[in-house]
């Protein structure tokens, strides 16, 4: 499944200061990995977060959330954001500091 370039772009200006990010290809997309620790990626035009159990919850009251869901079953801890809710840098920034901010919790990966 191809992941629509430009936001994998914004995604990736968000996440330059840090010095622990790199990309990896998965969930047919890319995903962007805090220490090791998958954090956030883009599946087709999609925003895809790991927020843990309890930031999943809380993030799938909010607007154009949605459960990540590939093979019928949701996946614990991570949700989808339509692009509606990543329309304005402001938008796509509050959702990636979520996800890094659970990322950056968990202990490092080599």
Known sequence: MAYDEDL????????A???????RKMFGGLAFMVGGN?????????LML?????????ALDEPH?????????PMAGFVFVAAEGTATSS??????????QFAASLP???
Do not use: I, N, Y
Not at 65 to 73: I, L, N, Q
């Open 65 to 73: 959330a949605r459960p990540m869901d590939f093979t019928g079953r």
């Open 8 to 15: 994998a772009a914004r995604v990736r200006s968000e996440l």
């Open 17 to 23: 200061s840090r010095g622990d990010v790199t990309e």
């Open 50 to 58: 790991r927020l843990g159990a309890d930031g999943a919850d809380a």
């Open 108 to 110: 490092p990966k080599g």
């Open 91 to 100: 938008d796509l920034q509050r959702w990636v500091d979520r996800a890094v």
């Open 38 to 46: 998958m954090c956030c990626g883009v599946t087709g035009g999609d």
